[in-house]
């Protein structure tokens, strides 16, 4: 089997990654040996309903300075110290991403340090990889916007499976707002559905949508939220076999795929990630096939400005940088496109 | 005994009444809740063979279902004796490859033309009997669907598993695949697939083989 290792220079200083993808505006300073030295975040909460493109941005905009000035104060460097600018270039929403990279050109340009548009997918995997020394994995990336199985393969982190309509962290977000259940503002819609399905006992027969390697949500979430406004099941088993329903779903694929590539571990990264559940069922899975399991640790699985800068050093140490007047913001930049010369196989 | 061992299932060769059997058995997944994991087991065990009872209808020959069990999640069904297309194809003559690419080619053309998507066509999924007839074979992953997306994926792996095992003849076996298919198919909706397949590779999803 060939693993893959982590090649090219290694020089001093520091790398400050902007992330604003979505709702979140995070700022993370990262050493270029590897230290994460801060990580930054401001969540933007709608009053109700889901994120609203313009509103998010406003929010960005406002709070940029403060997080981006938080991140160098904790990470206690100054701006001349920083040797390279990464930001989230794409997929994205396209008035956050601009609100990120705005920021990001002004002071890649004030600076006259290089400026690098890192891809929000591949920097979920890589410091997933980087977090828990994962090698050569299928990598489950779950979030409110994309669900990803994917794997190295010739120069790119291919897309084995994916879903088809939704993604699985859109699909709790619309489910816990349709069922009311968003009480306290702060907390993760997913980490809501995940206590009330611990309390759930009864399974209840839900849409289950794999189409070979990939998948879709929609119908799930349908059904779900037609099952909780007839009201004649428990909301704790509408919650738990809902959950079931996706997990299962989702370790599916993430089996077939590693059966199909034969690879020896299994990383989950993204903001679902953080859920008990889905980290027990691919356990079990990658347990199954006496492969290695590993999980980006809470601090790294949401949305986050540290993952912007290691992804930025591992392509700035390959000269990858992109000059201000064409960093332009890549609102459908597929992982798959992205080349990733830093992860190089080894001779067999 | 065991003779494959796949991520949905496993194949056993049995004894079925003196004669040579498949036993194709879906494990159950520990990670799945027990009701979900039976609901499941259960629709797919049902599923394929009536697909393959459909592809018969449809004019492609499929292995004869003997039993299936949903309690256990097994079918047994009829071993195909002959060899993978996969193993046979680069040993033959040009013109016996072509016409059996064209053969198999009509094939796919007959199942998409009924609505009947494969979802795994390799050349391993392909029986070439002594007799020089040709068998479909694991339809587990199966579809019964007329989307273009799906028989253009159906077509896409066609054309990745023949450009990985037999690159030699790539481009002349999958030309002759698409013109059975045509045969079949008609010409429009053998150029609307072949469009969806140049879209999927441009999309850079599926990989090539290593």
Redesign the interface.
């Known amino acids: 089997m060939c693993l893959p290792k982590i090649v090219g220079s290694v020089r001093k200083g520091y790398c400050l990654g902007i992330e604003s993808t979505a709702d979140d505006f995070g700022a993370g300073v990262v050493a270029f040996g590897g230290e994460v030295l801060s990580n930054v975040n401001d969540t933007y909460v709608p009053e109700r309903g889901g994120i609203h493109p313009r509103e998010a941005a406003r929010h960005h905009a406002d709070v940029a300075g403060k997080v981006i000035a938080e991140a160098l104060k904790r990470a206690k460097i100054g701006y001349n110290e920083l040797a390279a600018i990464a930001f989230s270039q794409g997929p994205g929403l396209g008035p956050c991403l601009r609100t990120g990279a705005t920021a990001a050109r002004a002071l890649a340009s004030y600076l006259s340090i290089p400026l690098v548009g890192v891809n929000h997918c591949v920097a979920h995997i890589e410091i997933g990889k980087h977090a828990t020394g994962a090698r050569d994995p299928v990598a489950l990336y779950v979030s409110g916007g994309n669900t990803i199985v994917s794997a190295y393969?010739?120069r790119?982190y291919?897309?084995?499976g994916?879903t088809l309509d939704i993604a699985v962290g859109n699909c709790l977000d619309v489910f816990v707002r349709e069922a009311g259940l968003r009480a306290e503002a702060r907390k993760a819609p997913g980490k809501v559905v995940e206590e009330l399905a611990a309390k759930g006992k009864r399974?209840v027969?839900l849409p289950?949508t794999v189409?070979?390697m990939d998948l879709s949500f929609s119908g799930l979430l349908t059904a779900a939220v037609s099952l909780l406004r007839e009201k004649k099941v428990a909301i704790e088993d509408v919650c738990f076999s809902f959950q079931?329903?996706a997990f299962?779903m989702l370790?599916?694929v993430t089996?077939?795929v590693?059966?199909?590539t034969e690879k020896g571990e299994v990383l989950l990264t993204g903001g679902v990630a953080a859920n008990l559940r889905l980290q027990?069922?691919?356990r079990?899975?990658a347990e199954?096939h006496g492969t290695r399991f590993l999980v980006v640790p809470r601090e790294f699985s949401a949305d986050n400005g540290a993952m912007i800068a290691w992804a930025g050093i591992l392509n700035f140490n390959h000269g990858i940088t992109i000059p201000v007047e064409k960093s332009f913001v890549k609102l459908k930049w597929?992982l798959?496109?992205v080349e990733v010369p830093w992860v190089e196989e080894q001779e067999c | 005994m065991l003779i494959k061992k796949?991520?949905?299932a496993s194949l056993y060769l049995e004894d079925w009444h003196g004669r040579k059997a498949i036993l194709k058995k879906r494990a159950p997944?520990?990670?799945?809740?027990p009701?979900?994991d039976k609901?499941?087991q259960t629709r797919r065990t049902k599923h394929e063979p009536q697909v393959m009872h459909r592809a018969k209808e449809a004019g492609v020959p499929t292995p004869i279902v003997f039993l299936v069990d949903l309690e256990e999640a097994t079918i047994v069904m009829e071993y195909v004796d002959g060899k993978q297309v996969k193993q046979v194809l680069n040993g033959l003559l040009q013109d016996e490859r072509k016409r059996l690419c064209g053969r198999i080619g009509e094939l796919v053309g007959k199942l998409h033309s009924n609505g009947i998507v494969h979802?795994?066509l390799t050349t391993s999924n392909i029986i070439l009997t002594p007799s020089g007839g040709v068998v479909f074979v694991d339809f587990g992953?199966s579809?019964q669907t007329s989307e273009v997306e799906?028989r253009g994926?159906d077509l896409h792996l066609m054309k990745r598993a023949i450009a990985s095992t037999h690159f030699m003849h790539a481009e002349e076996c999958f030309d002759a695949v698409m013109a059975g298919y045509e045969k079949i198919a008609g010409k429009k909706a053998a150029c609307e697939v072949l469009e969806k397949v140049a879209k999927i590779e441009r999309?850079?999803?599926?990989?090539?083989e290593?």
Do not use: N, P
């Open positions: 393969e010739a790119r291919r897309v084995f994916e399974f027969s289950y189409k070979g079931e329903t299962s370790t599916e089996e077939r590693l059966a199909h027990s069922m691919l079990t899975m199954d597929r798959d496109t | 796949g991520a949905e997944k520990k990670y799945r809740v009701e979900l609901e499941i979802g795994d992953l579809e799906a994926v999309r850079g999803r599926y990989i090539s290593r």
